[in-house]
């Protein structure tokens, strides 16, 4: 976009950018912030029907899809307080620092072929690595909270966090290795085709990592059955406790967008990402090439419906995330810390080494019924290899330009 606003407006550079940049943002925030409010919807309304009532039904007619924006009216009306013993500063900003951790890692995020905000040729690594910072405005909140029932929840928060943080490395690693990239993007990329292409399906043990992956995301992102930081039981309500009115959406806002966020993840690395389970734009030959940049009617269209296979495959992780929390019962903080350390960490250390070991002997597997590229697994570049690959033509070509007119001097 930058790009397109430097040379075909014929704007400054530095304005360029920050125009594109500007648009990115909005764009990610209108997805965070719409995206919360339909998920909180969402959630009353599978919880209503999963304990056999209608949820929401005042606010928007028969379905009540006006009622997460009526509480955030009220939400915006409330008064916003502090303890008198809270550490103000901290207590104010507590909410951002959670809320940014989330938005920031979506700009890593992609969402098709070159539809992303920031393309980072190590994206998996910027996404966990900015996701993680969202502990710490939890912290925050129940250290300055001035309660210790608030920092109760906190210093479970963080615990949970840390150790759930390494099963679920341990089962993103098992994508990065077969594909041999931390691109996102190659990732992807590289499951197109029929759905047999989809990582889920390599082996049995990245079948499995898949399953783990997905009990520790609810875990990282504090969902049922692990909200132990928020447990109502015996926190009250955990480390949001003394908080009212905007800054109090701001911890739910960060909570539904990395929900989305690590179901988005969860697609590109075991479930084709935005390709979907039949090539219908790859048949008609719409799709982008790898080393395509110019724009065309038919490959933005099927950039668009890729953008919208990957939303839909994040909102039904969504939705299985709500459909567990009213299903299952909340389980002790020993429990929870039983779970990763006796069992999550185990098995992922295993479907690792399985992987690998599957990887490294070639043995067959679903992927092998279809092939994922015309020319295999091992066409799908990285982009930085492309850009090397057309510079260094490029320069051959000038040399070659360069030698042929010498020659002609020569000769004259």
């Known amino acids: 976009m930058a790009e397109f606003f430097a040379e075909i407006l014929c704007l400054p550079t530095w304005l360029a950018y920050l125009l594109a940049g500007l648009i990115h943002c909005a764009w990610i925030l209108n997805l965070v912030a719409g995206g919360a409010l339909f998920f909180i919807w969402l959630e009353r309304k599978v919880s209503g029907r999963i304990q056999d009532r209608l949820g ?12 997460t924006l009526a509480d955030g009216l009220k939400l915006l009306t409330k008064e916003d307080v502090a303890p008198g013993e809270a550490d103000v500063f901290l207590f104010r ?85 077969l594909c041999g990239t931390l691109d996102l993007v190659t990732i992807a990329n590289m499951q197109a085709g029929w759905f047999t292409n989809w990582l ?50 701001f911890f ?32 008609l030959g719409w799709t982008y090439g790898q080393d395509e940049t110019a724009f065309r009617l038919t490959g933005y269209l099927a950039n668009l419906a890729s953008c919208g296979n990957l939303i839909l495959k994040g909102v039904a992780g969504v939705t299985v995330m709500i459909w567990v929390r009213w299903t299952l019962p909340r389980l002790r903080i020993d429990q929870v810390m039983t ?14 080494l399985g992987a690998l070991t599957w990887h490294l002997t070639g043995a067959p597997g679903l992927n092998d019924l279809a ?11 990285e982009r930085w290899v492309l850009q090397a690959e057309a510079a260094e033509q490029a320069a051959e070509q000038a040399a070659a330009v360069q030698a042929s007119s010498m020659a002609g001097k020569v000769e004259g």
């Open 339 to 352: 779970t990763c350390l006796k069992y999550c960490v185990p098995l992922a250390a295993i479907c690792f």
């Open 200 to 249: 889920v399906f390599h082996d049995p043990f990245t079948f499995a990592a898949f399953w783990i992956y997905f009990t520790c995301s609810l875990a990282s992102v504090n969902r049922a059955p692990f909200d132990l930081a928020e447990a109502e039981s015996e926190l009250v309500a955990g480390f949001h406790t003394e908080y009212s009115g905007l800054r109090w959406s």
């Open 56 to 67: 929401p039904t005042r606010c928007g007619g028969k379905f009540g899809w006006l009622q």
């Open 93 to 177: 900003i507590a909410p951002y620092v959670s809320f940014v951790s989330s938005f920031a890692a979506f700009l890593a995020l992609p969402f098709a072929t070159g539809w992303v905000a920031l393309h980072i040729h190590t994206g998996i690594f910027f996404i966990l690595a900015v996701l993680s910072l969202e502990v710490f405005g939890v912290i925050l909140a129940g250290y300055s909270s001035g309660s210790k029932w608030s920092l109760y929840g906190a210093v479970r928060e963080a615990a949970q966090v840390v150790s759930y943080e390494v099963p679920l490395k341990l089962c993103i690693v098992i994508p990065v290795l």
């Open 252 to 283: 739910f806002m960060a909570e539904y967008g990395s929900m989305f966020l690590v179901s988005a993840l969860c697609s590109i690395l075991f479930l084709g990402g935005w390709n979907g389970p039949i090539p219908v734009f790859d048949l």
């Open 371 to 381: 092939p994922v590229t015309p020319s295999g697994a091992a066409g799908v570049r």
